[in-house]
């Protein structure tokens, strides 16, 4: 079984300003992790990933994220906000496909409830 | 990287009609592909998985006899929404994992307004 907690469902910030957007986990296996962004209307956009590599991830668009074990965390960062990142946040988990046998079904994902990012000029 | 397409885009049906939405992996095969639907301001909640050349897999609460899906090619799923009602009215969206680099792409989504 798997979940994850969003624990903000909304974060305003200014131009310039460092954004953190908050994301706790749960899991039976050694989880991937996942963060997409969502513009109004359109389909997810991969921002980043862990899958067991480097804990400190960096993805597009100056985002990055770190996998803390100890902590069940995968905290979304970035350093300067712009007026582009406003948008919806998803973060992310799925089961390892490493299992044998398991079919499609370990790639199931199973999203937070979202992080609505405004950015403030 | 891999794409994923979706159609229609959006589609606008009367109450009682049927209505078939298409994923397609453009550049790779999928076995498997999920289906999600999401409602205005929420997060996406699976529906489906759909397995190439077998049936597909509900989630749980799921009517398996109103949302049909098609999985009959190696890069094709669909997903009819068969009498559909106003509360069908939601923003579909496809995924197919590449195993090959173990990543979910997205289809860019389906909007539904059932009148």
């Known amino acids: 079984a798997q979940s994850v907690t969003q624990l903000d469902s909304h974060v305003s910030v200014s131009e310039g300003t460092p954004v953190l957007l908050r994301c706790n986990y749960s899991?039976?296996?050694?989880?991937?992790l996942f963060w997409y962004v969502q513009h109004p209307n359109k389909g997810l956009q991969l921002l980043l990933k862990?899958?067991?590599?480097?804990?400190l991830v960096k993805g597009i668009n100056g985002f990055e994220a770190e996998f803390k074990k100890s902590e069940t965390s995968f905290h979304l960062t970035k350093p300067s906000a712009h007026m582009s990142d406003a948008a919806e946040y998803f973060c992310?988990?799925?089961?390892?496909?490493?299992?044998?046998?398991?079919?499609?079904?370990?790639?199931?994902?199973?999203f937070g409830k979202g992080t609505l990012l405004t950015v403030n000029p | 990287g891999a794409v994923v397409s979706q159609h229609p885009s959006w589609v606008i049906c009367k109450s009682g009609t049927s209505v078939k939405i298409e994923c397609r992996s453009l550049?790779?095969?999928?076995?498997?592909m999920f289906w999600y639907r999401q409602f205005p301001k929420q997060s996406l909640m699976l529906m489906a998985t759909?397995?190439?050349?077998?049936?597909?897999?509900?989630e749980q609460g799921v009517e398996k006899d109103k949302f049909l899906i098609n999985h009959a090619s190696l890069t094709l799923s669909t997903l009819t929404v068969t009498s559909a009602h106003p509360e069908d009215s939601s923003f579909y969206i496809c995924?197919?994992?590449?195993?090959?680099?173990?990543?979910?792409?997205f289809g860019p989504g389906t909007r539904l307004t059932v009148t």
């Open positions: 995924s197919a994992p590449d195993r090959g680099i173990y990543e979910q792409y």
């Open positions: 899991s039976s296996y050694s989880p991937s």
């Open positions: 862990y899958t067991s590599a480097a804990t």
């Open positions: 992310v988990v799925s089961g390892t496909p490493k299992l044998k046998n398991s079919g499609g079904s370990n790639y199931k994902l199973t």
């Open positions: 550049d790779f095969q999928a076995t498997t």
């Open positions: 759909s397995n190439e050349g077998s049936k597909a897999t509900y």
